[in-house]
């Protein structure tokens, strides 16, 4: 009897046994699937929260470009209604001028050089009332000209694009012909249909189209390419200012400009003399160059210069220029030339202009 109750007792304490560990695993099972849950519910919470980070980047991104948008859209309406002011005192002129010649030929002057002179004056003024007119209406809410980088994409920069006589220097020396030196020594002895065609050459053409296409219709301008000389774009246009209303003649200009091909040195100081030539000093500059000058007012000595000799060069030709009239800086690096860009940027900074070393796929 006593072996029997052993036997028993052992067996419901095996029983028992059996049961605590398999609650216990049970319990273990749901113990690691829950861990498993808190683990992809976290993950997955991250990952949410990751992208609604980005998200809301965005939005932000977004409101700050609407309201630059909104600002230079009310600049460019701003434009239109003085190109429609100014082209209504310039019909006032043209109505007096008429009322004068008239006058002249019922009182019996008829002296013909005063009346001739006349009647140039009339027509130019009627010339330039169609095309304030014309610009007016074909371009509102627009600029002068049209100009879409690839896939039309749009860039915000700080630029500042205002002004009424503005002036764009170009450089078109041989560096412009690629960003290393070993390739604008080849691409220099190679055809010019080829150097036309240079990726970086391309580009600051690019860049000048662009710039033309954001200027006010109502304000002057003037296009100067230099190396180690300096003159305007159009040679018929030197000692003058343009009318960017007058889209014809600055489809001429920026046209020229790929018919140039870069060669020679840099003057800085030479592209800066060329602003004396004008009867009015402008109130904006845009230089678009790849680095400091490479010689003065006069051809160096040697076939070498220093990094040194360029700054030299450099400072002396700031001398030449217009006292607190901003100069902005568009730059393209040369290899080789690693003082342009703070030099450049204190430029702007100093002026009150603006810098930016543009990508290469801008604009």
Known sequence: MARRKRQTSTFNLSFLDIMSCGFGAVVLVFLIIDHAMDVEITTFNADVFSEINLLEEDIREGEAGLVQLRNALTSTDLAIVDAQGLATRVTEELDRFQSLIA???????????????????????????????????????????????????????????????????LDVSSSMLADKLINVIRLRNMDEQLQRNAEKWVRALDTVDWLTAQLPVNAQYQLIAFNDQAAPVLANSAGTWLDVADTQTLEAATQALRELVPNRGTSLVNAFDALDTLPDRPDNIFLITDGLPTQGAEPPRGTTVTGRQRLEHYRRALQQLPKGVP?????????????????????????????MSPARDWP
């Not at 007016?136 to 915000?156: H, I």
């Open 103 to 169: 006058s002249l030929e019922e009182e019996g002057l008829t002296d013909s050089t005063d009346i001739e002179r006349l009647k140039a004056e009339l027509n130019r003024l009627e010339e330039r009332v169609t095309q304030l007119r014309q610009a007016s209406e074909a371009q509102a809410g627009r600029s002068a000209r049209e100009f879409t980088g690839d896939g039309n994409r749009q860039y915000l920069t700080g630029l500042n694009l205002g002004g009424e006589r503005i002036v764009i220097l």
């Open 327 to 355: 100069v902005n800086i568009i730059l393209a690096p040369m290899e080789g030339d690693p003082l342009a860009a703070s030099e450049f940027w204190q430029l702007a900074q100093v002026s009150g202009g603006s810098f």
